[in-house]
């Protein structure tokens, strides 16, 4: 056995890392319990020794732990800078964001990266295609094993904490999405399968997948395999090509563990609410209880402008089947890139999603906020009700609107119903009625009214 | 037996009423079938035979027709006036609401709904309580059962279609409230609760409920069987007050159609995901299938300003499970009265909700519009993607933030992943290539590389 050096391996070898102590007490579990998961492959703790160094603090991801939300940032050709990238993911850990993929494939994707990693404490995952595809100035006919390999170790050394890579696209699935209606909609899924194409060749990836270990497990950067076949419509959702796809995570999952990498598996997309708890299932199954690390999924594909709610209806229903992480989706997906605003609604939804998951899961402690602000609530406690909101600017802010003064914040009542109409306020007068007696049992009310 | 009246009554005597002609087209079913669920109680057609002489265009609502959408509306003594309500009930109609609930309790009650009633083809609801309240000047002991019968009975010649009517608030359960989180959150429960204590006497309305049966009968108001003591809180949910008034409600549901009226039954409210599909099953066993009518729910407590997604989750699972109507919840609950674009946002989300339940339920036909849509986007129909989104102008613009001219239109690419890393024109090059016989079988590929 080589000389530990993932969190998978130190799990394995028996031992309990500052990290897992880290995360125990994040997750109110203890670091045994932490150990055990990770040793299992059921839970990562993706942190990059590099990153380590630098200001991460170790989170980990795995159904025995509370839901996840990743936040995608990065800029495109078409719009954004570093300085708005950077805006992006404070926002970003501001609203709770668990990890953060730096996505960009547009101009000084190395500058904005070192920024990013150097700014952020929470884990950052990226798709080294991307960058990889712009130094071969976005030929992917040109990529050879190596440039990949060399892509990989250089965002390993700069301290990338996951990576997803898409090994799982395998040339003979490629024709299982000619009649798809919306084809092959993960970019390094459409990239790896065009490169396929041309070169009549298997998937270099998939071939190069003990190097790509080799790698990872030198910097412990943690696999997010990719799901390159994802449905993008519902039309596509659970078709062969998907699933043939997730047979060959899976074999990859168990190939990842074996040469000590920590792993995680992407999944769909665009699937309808009845087909989700049987995606998660099969995951689960097919891929031992990797975490499992969700795009989604949309539910309807008929509202663009506001699929973070079509897919936070898919996330919550996912978390709440045993989904480890959600990856968010803006109100501009499909349609353009998302700003700052756009961030910060994305992750207002996916944290509403996780939290009910959790709720959902039956977590312990998991309702105790809402069962604060619903006390709060009850006892007309305005400011308490904000300060423990998920946004307490835009609850503060929707009640000021009608009810600016700050006597109101003790008020028994909202502009909602007003004074006359408040059932809480009403409830209070029951309330008192009762405790003077006055509820009397039903046997003494009907004498009475007999 | 005497002369049918009702929907109901003139389908269990076998005949078909231009009404059931009607939403037969709309729903896509025969009009026997549409004749069968009215007779058996599991449809109901809310249609006032005054509101019918006017503009109502009827609408079914039953778990065999497509999933439907109520929105609220209406004053607060604090703000809005009739004009105000006016816009807010065309927003609602042209984002999609099925029906309309006129929840006034402010000034000039009469006047508003009179001008709501006129202008809507979509039925109009009501919660007869709270005018009668104003005009008690706000004084709910005052209330004897005649000013109740006839507060009804004025708003049934307006024209009103539905009504929720808090008959089955108990006083035997009131005791189960005592030690809720939140206590009774309905406005009209808690002023029937109220007036039990202050009277030491049963429910007026649930005594009053066979007079009310013949009023309502007249004019074939359907009952909406509010639900008075629905939990308002996660703390609350699925307690023993909520279903000792289910199976109150169960025996009324039966009592109004044995004298001839449609009944409709009203659901919570807040309930944590894990609990929803019980609750729904439940409401239909209690009430033999009659139509269930949610108020959400919402499955967290902890999002104030964000209630119109934290509840959408709720009413996407509740309409897969069943429930025939959603009514919906906008951002400003528990803050403030909403608004025109609260309006706007609430209804979005529910039509998300309801479409994404139908979906989830398999009904034909219901993918249609996603489908077409997800097609127009693989084949970037810009143009045609905005016509067919739920709300075009919000997509158009998120699209033009970044792409505004008209040639980006046809462009194969957005903002989000720019010109080079569109899957999806990937793919169009991909299936160009297969098209040339580029895809080899695998045999014949192992053959090259071996």
Redesign the interface.
């Known amino acids: 056995m080589p000389t530990p050096i993932t969190q998978l391996e130190h799990a394995r070898a028996g031992s309990i890392t500052p990290e897992m102590e880290f995360v125990a007490k994040r997750e109110n579990l203890t670091p045994e319990k932490i150990r055990e998961e990770v040793a299992t492959g059921k839970m990562v703790i993706p942190a990059n020794r590099v990153h380590l160094e630098g200001k991460l603090e170790p989170m980990c991801i795995g159904s025995a732990a509370v839901c996840k939300v990743n936040a995608n940032i990065g800029n495109?050709?078409?719009?954004s800078d570093e300085e708005g990238e950077l805006e992006k993911l404070h926002t970003a850990v501001h609203y709770g964001a668990d990890t953060v993929m730096d996505l960009s494939?547009?101009n000084d994707i190395d500058t904005i990266r070192k920024s990013i990693i150097e700014a952020s404490t929470v884990p950052i995952g990226t798709v080294p295609i991307?960058q990889m595809?712009e130094e071969l100035g976005?030929e992917i006919e040109e990529m050879r094993p190596q440039h990949f390999l060399d892509m990989v170790e250089h965002q390993a050394k700069q301290g990338v904490d996951y990576m997803t890579v898409h090994c799982g696209v395998k040339?003979?699935h490629?024709?299982l999405?000619?009649d798809r209606?919306?084809?092959?909609?993960?970019?390094g899924?459409?990239?790896i399968?065009?490169w396929m194409?041309?070169h009549?060749?298997?998937n270099p990836l998939y071939d190069a997948f003990d190097d790509l270990c080799d790698i990872m497990r030198q910097y412990d950067v943690t696999w997010s395999l990719g799901d390159g076949l994802r449905p993008?419509?519902?039309?596509d959702a659970s078709d062969d090509a998907q699933f043939a796809e997730l047979d060959v995570l899976g074999e990859l999952t168990a190939r990842g563990q074996e040469r000590g990498t920590q792993v995680m598996v992407e999944g769909p997309g665009h699937i309808?609410?009845?087909q989700i708890k049987m995606n998660v299932d099969r995951q689960i199954e097919v891929c031992n209880g990797a975490p499992f690390y969700l795009l989604g999924p949309l539910?309807?594909?008929?509202?663009?402008?506001?699929d973070h709610?079509?897919s936070?209806?898919g996330a919550?229903?996912a978390g709440?089947a045993g989904a480890a992480m959600l990856c968010y989706v803006t109100?501009?997906?499909?349609?353009?890139?998302?700003?700052r605003e756009d961030v910060k609604q994305g992750l207002?939804?996916y944290?509403?999603?996780a939290?009910?998951?959790d709720?959902?899961?039956?977590r312990p402690g998991a309702?105790d906020?809402?069962?604060a602000?619903?006390?709060a609530?009850?006892a007309f406690d305005w400011n308490e009700?904000?300060r423990?909101?998920?946004?307490p600017e835009?609850?503060k802010?929707?009640?000021d609107?009608?009810?600016p003064q700050e006597t109101f914040k003790s008020a028994h009542f909202?502009?909602?119903?007003?004074?006359?109409?408040?059932?809480?306020k009403?409830?209070?007068?029951?309330?008192e009625?009762?405790a003077k007696g006055?509820?009397?049992a039903?046997s003494e009310?009907e004498a009475?009214?007999s």
Do not use: N
């Open positions: 495109s050709a078409v719009t494939t547009g991307y595809l976005g040339y003979e490629l024709h999405t000619m209606v919306t084809g092959i909609v993960s970019r899924g459409s990239l399968a065009k194409m041309t009549q060749k298997q993008g419509s519902l039309a309808p609410m009845d539910v309807t594909d008929f509202a663009p402008g506001y709610i079509t936070c209806i919550s229903i709440w109100p501009k997906e499909h349609l353009g890139l998302p700003e207002i939804a944290k509403i999603a939290h009910s998951a709720i959902a899961r039956q309702r906020v809402d069962d602000l619903s006390r609530r009850f009700q904000f423990l909101a998920l946004d835009t609850a802010a929707y009640h609107e009608t009810l909202c502009s909602m119903c007003g004074p006359k109409y408040c059932s809480m009403i409830t209070e007068d029951i309330r009625m009762a006055e509820l009397v039903l009310l009475k009214t």
